[in-house]
């Protein structure tokens, strides 16, 4: 089936570091999406980017897709920013669509 | 603007008691609607979606149902609850496939 990895697992920065975080799938995908979600639990749209470069904010978000991965990089990161960030692709199978979910990457960012 | 709207926000249940989560989405006409879930410390899983009033689809049911009664409604159920069942649920909603996706606030169950 359809698998999505992202790394690292955890990241730990201090303010105003620059975060990479990475997203590997394993087929093709035609909608990519970057979400955060808080540790209570609800999930923010970040970026929608199934190819190419994408910014908003301090986020940038690069997928290549013919190699099956994406990145979001932020920049900058403050305490607000922790939280994990999750990476999910659109995924068909036998006429059933799924939104598929990496494990996430928790991100860290202390003062 | 669109709102989407779950209730309930969190709910401690006994083990073999039903169970109905709500999911309403204002200011989108028919939309696609998604209910996933979440083990503590797993990741999200889609279990049901719908494209319109009255089609469910199941990808995982984990003995669950789902139904979709008007336009801007979901409901997930059961007739009786499981540990297993404990977790984060979560409505969302898009236009259609391959569009963005967005989120409720979610329902956290605690099975007992």
């Known amino acids: 089936g359809q698998q999505v990895q992202q790394s690292p697992a955890s990241l730990v920065l201090q303010e105003g570091e620059n975060a990479e975080l990475q997203c590997n799938f394993s087929s093709t995908a035609t909608q990519l999406q970057w979400f955060y979600q808080s540790p209570g639990g609800s999930l923010v749209s970040l970026l929608s980017?199934?190819?190419g470069t994408k910014h908003t904010g301090r986020l940038t978000s690069t997928t290549v897709t013919k190699e099956r991965r994406s990145s979001l990089h932020i920049s900058s990161s403050q305490t607000t920013d922790s939280g994990t960030y999750l990476c999910?692709?659109?995924?068909?199978?036998?006429?059933?669509?799924?939104?598929?979910f990496g494990s996430g990457t928790q991100l860290t960012v202390m003062p | 603007a669109q709102t989407i709207h779950q209730w309930p926000v969190a709910e401690i249940k006994a083990v073999g008691s039903p169970l109905s989560l709500g999911c309403t989405i204002k200011?989108?006409?028919?939309?696609?609607l998604y209910w996933y879930w979440q083990a503590t410390g797993g990741t999200l899983q889609q279990l049901f979606y719908?494209?319109?009033?009255?089609?469910v689809e199941s990808v995982v049911q984990l003995n669950l149902s789902a139904s979709r009664p008007k336009d801007d409604q979901f409901i997930l159920s059961t007739e009786k609850l499981l540990l297993s069942h404990s977790g984060f649920y979560l409505c969302?909603?898009?236009?259609?496939?391959?569009?963005?996706?967005?989120f409720g606030k979610g329902t956290r169950l605690t099975v007992v």
């Open positions: 719908s494209i319109t009033v009255g089609q």
């Open positions: 969302a909603w898009r236009d259609r496939v391959f569009t963005e996706v967005f």
């Open positions: 999910a692709i659109d995924y068909a199978s036998s006429g059933s669509w799924q939104l598929i």
């Open positions: 200011g989108k006409s028919s939309p696609n």
């Open positions: 980017n199934p190819s």
